[in-house]
């Protein structure tokens, strides 16, 4: 399996940037994907998450209602619209496949990962 990320780049804050994560080497909407970030010298933490069908969505306190995860199942690709960018959203972004259907937070429940892709939004 493998998971490709893109649609980083450099941003002013209160803009906004579509990531895409597309999916080889399984049968794509069987499973939940997510996305998590990462900021220099901090933890990998959980930024949102949509399960198989694509019916069901989580995301973190610090991106509800500015982020929205969603999933073309037929094009086996998840995608993060990000809007109202924060200084405090740059962070390597990395989508993250699951091994099952349902919506989880804590990256130990992915099994894939993508190279990251970096968002920076300046102040």
């Known amino acids: 399996v493998q998971l490709q990320a893109s649609g980083g780049g450099l941003v002013q804050a209160g803009g906004s940037l579509r990531l895409s994560c597309a999916q080889s080497?399984?049968?794509?909407?069987?499973?939940?994907m997510g996305w998590f970030r990462q900021a220099p010298g901090k933890e990998r933490e959980f930024v949102a998450t949509?399960?198989?069908?694509?019916?069901?969505?989580d995301y973190a306190d610090s991106v509800q209602g500015r982020f929205t995860i969603s999933r073309d199942n037929a094009k086996n690709t998840v995608y993060l619209q990000m809007v109202s960018l924060k200084p405090e959203d740059t962070a390597v972004y990395y989508c993250?496949?699951?091994?099952?259907?349902?919506?989880?937070?804590?990256?130990?429940?992915?099994?894939?990962w993508g190279q990251g892709t970096q968002v920076t939004v300046s102040s």
């Open positions: 993250a496949g699951r091994d099952s259907a349902w919506n989880a937070r804590t990256l130990y429940e992915y099994r894939y």
């Open positions: 080497g399984r049968t794509f909407s069987t499973y939940a």
């Open positions: 949509i399960t198989g069908s694509g019916r069901s969505t």
